[in-house]
């Protein structure tokens, strides 16, 4: 509780409103610094250490075009070091990313599978809003819903007041959870709640509660704020997810060359790789214990 308060004031003085995505992003960030402390430091002993390790030979400087087969056996030992060095360090990068991954993928999976459930909800029917394709949303929404759950007799401190959700922390400090929003739309259609609500939050359950009455202020002005807004959120989802498996897929390549050269380099499998050389029987993964230095 003490950090998540710390967090929301740094989040204040940096700017950003509380609760907000920005907010909750700031927050992963800060809580990744003790793990990022211990990378450098354990780089750092590392490094010490190969710098105490047997100098290169002279004469292998003096010949650029001596490839590794023709180094002596220190110059082997500084190459592997290093190799190994950075195997962990990437490797430990994609532990911290892979933990974002599995605690962010099953929300979002499961937000998915809700949305996709409501595609036969009852609904008021009549004009549509128009939404877009790209927010993934098995049908369009009413206009008469969306009029409905902006035009609540409750605004979002009453909804938060009437229903609390004791066992969520940011509820307790008086943010709207999604729980609760959709107690007090408990007669709409539920997908137009949860669009609703998506674009409190970027798809998450909990939501600053000034943004979120601002946001149906603007509203009721227009619709289109409501599908600008909807189809942002989205995007950003959608890109988040990318972007994590991008830099998971990044960090688990560098990872596997470091250690394909800290402790087999020449395994023939990691050379022919693009051709398949991972899977060959002759020279597969299975093979790797024949090469290991």
């Not at 409501?118 to 008021?124: D, G, I, K, M, V």
């Not at 000034?210 to 202020?217: G, R, T």
Request: charged share 20%; aromatic share 12%; proline share 5%.
């Amino acid at each position: 509780d003490r950090r998540s308060t710390i967090f929301c004031n740094n989040c204040v003085h940096f700017g950003f409103q509380r609760g907000s995505s920005h907010c909750q992003a700031f927050a992963i960030i800060i809580s990744t610094i003790p793990m990022i402390r211990r990378i450098y430091l354990l780089s750092f002993l590392l490094s010490w250490a190969v710098a105490f390790s047997p100098p290169k030979n002279n004469h292998a400087a003096q010949h650029p075009s001596a490839t590794r087969l023709h180094l002596d056996a220190s110059e082997l030992a500084i190459e592997q070091v290093e190799a190994r060095t950075n195997f962990f360090i990437w490797l430990f990068g994609a532990s911290g990313a892979a933990g974002v991954a599995r605690s962010a993928f099953p929300r979002m999976y499961n937000n998915i599978r809700e949305i996709q459930s409501y595609r036969n909800a009852e609904n008021s029917g009549g004009e549509t809003v128009g939404i877009s394709p790209l927010c993934g949303y098995p049908r369009d929404l009413s206009v008469k819903d969306l009029e409905t759950i902006l035009n609540n007799r409750l605004d979002i401190n009453a909804i938060v007041a009437k229903y609390p959700v004791n066992d969520n922390l940011w509820a307790k400090k008086g943010y709207i959870t999604y729980k609760a929003f959709k107690q007090a739309n408990a007669d709409v259609d539920p997908l137009a709640v949860r669009a609703v609500f998506d674009c409190f939050s970027q798809s998450t359950e909990v939501s600053n509660p000034e943004i979120a009455q601002q946001k149906i202020d603007k509203y009721k002005e227009s619709l289109e704020n409501f599908k600008n807004d909807l189809l942002y959120s989205k995007v950003v989802g959608w890109a988040a997810i990318v972007t994590l498996l991008g830099l998971l897929g990044l960090a688990d390549i560098e990872a596997y060359n470091y250690a394909y050269t800290g402790w087999f380099p020449e395994w023939p499998g990691g050379k022919q790789w693009l051709e398949g050389g991972l899977f060959d029987p002759n020279i597969g993964i299975s093979k790797i214990p024949n090469y290991w230095l």
